[in-house]
């Protein structure tokens, strides 16, 4: 157990539609990041939050958007859904969102977009 | 452009042999890279870092080679075990705040006892 949870673990839903993931960072972590792990390929990184503020912006589309709150839990919300946002996404955390230290993961969260 | 490949997607190795991962990079500026194990409907789970101004890192069973000239890094695991078997990811990354860890699409091995 790496101490950082995700709900929901699975989500299915339709098209045009919005979700939202949330992230519970491992305790004393300040940095939150979330990745999407689509068919085929590797983790790619979307955004990163150090302690409520946006660090670090990836391959994260417009019609993606996340926040980090004053108790560093994190939502990733995903609007206009379309079929190819169907993923596994990942939240991680570090201590100090500094490369050199280990991020930890989450379980991930299931989307379907049907 | 993929920044962080890892050009062989399996390998298979017999229980007691050395497994080799191999993973090449393109950005001379990366100081950090690291190994993460990832079992089905699990997140992955950090195995082995090497920091750029060391060429070995060893932990247990997992050692790390860093090859800078070459831009290339492998992971020996010696001796493989059955439980070893799951998809092993590369990643890549800057020892500056606001930086994220760029992985390679991963390789996956299967340990036969």
């Known amino acids: 157990d790496s101490g950082v949870t995700q709900t929901p673990k699975h ?3 339709a098209t ?3 979700v939202t993931l949330r992230c519970s960072p491992r305790s ?6 979330w990745y999407q792990q689509s068919l085929d390929q590797g983790l790619q990184f979307l955004i990163q939050y150090y302690n409520g503020e946006e660090r670090a912006k990836g391959n994260i589309l417009e019609r993606f958007s996340a926040q980090q709150f004053p108790d560093l839990h994190s939502e990733l919300n995903l609007s206009s859904l379309e079929l190819g946002d169907s993923a596994l996404y990942f939240c991680a955390s570090s201590v100090d969102g500094r490369g050199r230290n280990e991020q930890f993961f989450g379980p991930g969260t ?3 977009v049907l | 452009d993929q920044q962080v490949k890892q050009n062989s997607p399996s ?3 017999q229980e007691g042999r050395i497994s080799i991962l191999n993973c090449d990079y393109t950005n001379s500026m990366f100081d950090y890279f690291l190994w993460y194990k990832k079992y089905p409907a699990e997140g992955p789970t950090f195995l082995i870092s090497i920091s750029s101004i060391k060429d070995k890192n060893e932990d247990g069973r997992f050692t790390v080679f ?3 000239s070459a831009k290339h ?3 020996h695991i010696v001796p493989s075990q059955p439980g070893d078997s799951a998809v092993y990811f590369c990643a890549a990354s800057l020892n500056q705040a606001g930086t994220a860890l760029i992985f390679g699409k991963g390789t996956t ?5």
Do not use: A, E, M
């Open chain 1, 28 to 33: 004393g972590d300040l940095s939150v990041y």
């Open chain 2, 66 to 68: 860093l090859n800078k």
């Open chain 1, 16 to 18: 045009g539609q919005r």
């Open chain 2, 109 to 113: 091995l299967s340990v036969s006892s």
């Open chain 1, 11 to 13: 989500l299915i839903t």
């Open chain 1, 110 to 112: 299931r989307l379907t």
């Open chain 2, 11 to 13: 390998l298979s190795v």
């Open chain 2, 73 to 75: 890094l492998s992971l």
